[in-house]
């Protein structure tokens, strides 16, 4: 029998699906064509799941349900609640996108992106492997749906191709890593696969082999170098409206389940896997950095930036643990979630921009379409300009402070190793900052293209939300205390959960 201990942890995920169910349910009474109904009914549902994990999170209690196959706790109630938040958002921005291309036909884009937020409520919950599965599974299964909605659109048909080619390539390495640890330890459970693991009467040989494979799923799922090859194409060939929903909320699932499986499920192996994170960070902001420079689509060019930051989110993972000794575990990891979180808030203001300026029958993805953005609005132009400064860590922006969280936990290792890979940080921030600064160039201080339209049509709520979003950039980089200590309580948590 079930108790209701059990059932508290997953209340978040059961009124998620219900409202997804009754939303589909609604939607098809609805004819307007912006789907007001499911809009608002969608954006309470999103505002109500978000509230109950901040609730959850603050009461910091660690809760374990169905035989510690889920788990409530402060880090995963926190990047759920971010991950409502981020949906929210750009539902908001990719509404008015989605209907100017008759994506709004019915209510699969709102049903849609529910599941896939089911799916990453699932993965953020999981202690147990074959449920973080089953959350991967969901979230991929929507996304690979939510590309493809623009069924008349060959660019978008190919890159859902692509996307469900690759990532059922990435689902399977990280399924049959998964089944090596679970044939080497005999046990499914993470807390189990930990202690199996420290005992060492395990094979060490068995369990590399299947954390190798277990590593290259979950790159995947970062975008990190080698397996980015999927990331340019579906930020590119994708509407613009879903390029939003698979580059934000999912991120902050890919950290959460790194943190899950490689830290809470395989910490005794981090000499093993930190090696093979520095190759992933290395090659990450190598590639990604150099190969954005050569980009005039300003989307290909941001999904090329999101595979250099996700290099900065792998350097923090692979300084928790030095030399076998976990004392800088808590500023390590701790940045690292704070690096997700404000990428993720970044991300959403940058694609604000881009929803923003398109109109019906234009993609506004080639930088050149943000020719003179300052003379046609200066804030919007603003907003923009703050998140390329913020992405190419800038101060007083919060991206500055991200990185220099990263490189503080990097120095507090205090290993000639790690100093190296700091210089490196620093060195490919500061190529980065050409081509963020570029797009700056473009909109302040070139012309406007002719035949560009000079008023910029925009709702209110998307006004609203764009203004609060720039405006946290600019609030949280000058006062970032308050977030950095809630990730560093929540991944304290996290850690002395390892302990007990």
């Known amino acids: 029998m079930i108790d209701t201990l059990s059932w508290i942890t997953v209340y978040p995920e059961i009124i998620l ?22 809009y608002i009914l969608t954006l309470l549902t999103l505002a109500a799941v978000a509230a109950l994990q901040a609730l959850f999170a603050m009461e910091g209690e660690t809760v374990y349900g169905f035989g510690k196959m889920v788990v409530s706790d402060p880090m995963g ?39 896939s937020l089911l799916g990453i409520f699932v993965m953020i919950s999981g202690h147990n492997f074959l449920v973080i599965y089953m959350g991967l599974e969901l979230m991929t299964l929507s996304s690979y749906a939510l590309v493809a909605l623009r069924r008349d659109n060959a660019t978008a048909t190919e890159a859902a191709m692509k996307y469900f080619v690759l990532g059922a390539l990435a689902s399977g390495f ?11 330890t005999g046990s499914l459970n993470l807390n189990e696969v930990f202690q199996a693991i420290a005992s060492r009467q395990v094979k ?14 979950l790159a995947f799922k970062l975008g990190a170098v080698p397996f980015h090859m999927w990331l340019p194409d579906v930020y590119q060939g994708a509407p613009t409206a879903v390029t939003l ?24 192996l981090a000499i093993d896997w930190q090696q093979m994170l520095v190759v992933l960070a290395v090659g990450s902001l190598l590639v990604g950095n150099f190969a954005a420079i050569a980009q005039t689509n300003l989307k290909r060019m941001l999904a090329f930036s999101t595979i250099a930051q996700m290099g900065f989110v792998l350097l923090a993972m ?22 997700v979180i404000t990428y993720v808030l970044t991300t959403l203001a940058a694609f604000g921009i881009i929803l923003l300026l398109a109109r019906q029958g234009h993609e506004a993805e080639e930088i050149s379409d943000l020719a003179g ?17 913020s992405l190419a860590g800038i101060p007083p922006l919060v991206g500055f402070y991200a990185k220099l969280a990263v490189l503080q936990s990097l120095m507090a290792a205090q290993q000639t190793s790690y100093l190296v890979l700091t210089v490196f940080a620093v060195l490919a921030s500061l190529l980065a900052a050409f081509y963020y600064l570029r797009v700056v160039k473009v909109m302040y201080f070139d012309a406007p293209n002719v035949g560009m339209p000079t008023a910029i049509v925009a709702g209110t709520d998307a006004r609203i939300v764009l203004t609060l979003n720039g ?15 809630l990730c560093g309580d929540a991944i304290a948590a996290l850690v002395k959960s390892l302990v007990n």
């Not at 405006?471 to 200590?485: C, S, V």
């Open 17 to 38: 699906l219900v409202m997804a169910c009754v939303i589909a349910l609604v939607d098809l009474g609805v004819k307007t064509p912006l789907r007001g109904m499911t």
């Open 77 to 115: 109630n926190w990047l759920k609640c971010f991950a409502s938040v981020a949906l929210m958002v750009s539902m908001v921005y990719g509404r008015p996108y989605a209907a100017d291309r008759d994506m709004l036909r019915g209510g699969e884009f709102f049903t849609l992106s529910l599941f």
């Open 174 to 184: 990280l399924l049959y890593g998964l089944s090596m640890i679970y044939g080497a």
């Open 204 to 217: 060490h040989q068995v369990l590399v082999f299947g954390l190798v494979f277990i590593v290259a799923g």
């Open 245 to 268: 929903l698979i580059g934000a909320a999912p991120q902050l699932a890919a950290f959460a389940i790194c943190m899950r499986l490689l830290v809470q499920g395989m910490l005794p």
């Open 318 to 339: 692979l300084a928790g643990v030095v030399n076998g000794h976990q004392f800088n575990a808590e500023s390590a990891y701790g940045a690292a979630m704070f690096y």
């Open 373 to 389: 953005l300052n003379q046609r609005s200066p804030l919007y132009a603003g907003v923009m300009a703050l998140s390329m400064f």
């Open 471 to 485: 405006g946290l950039l600019l609030l949280l980089g000058m006062a970032p205390g308050g977030l950095m200590t």
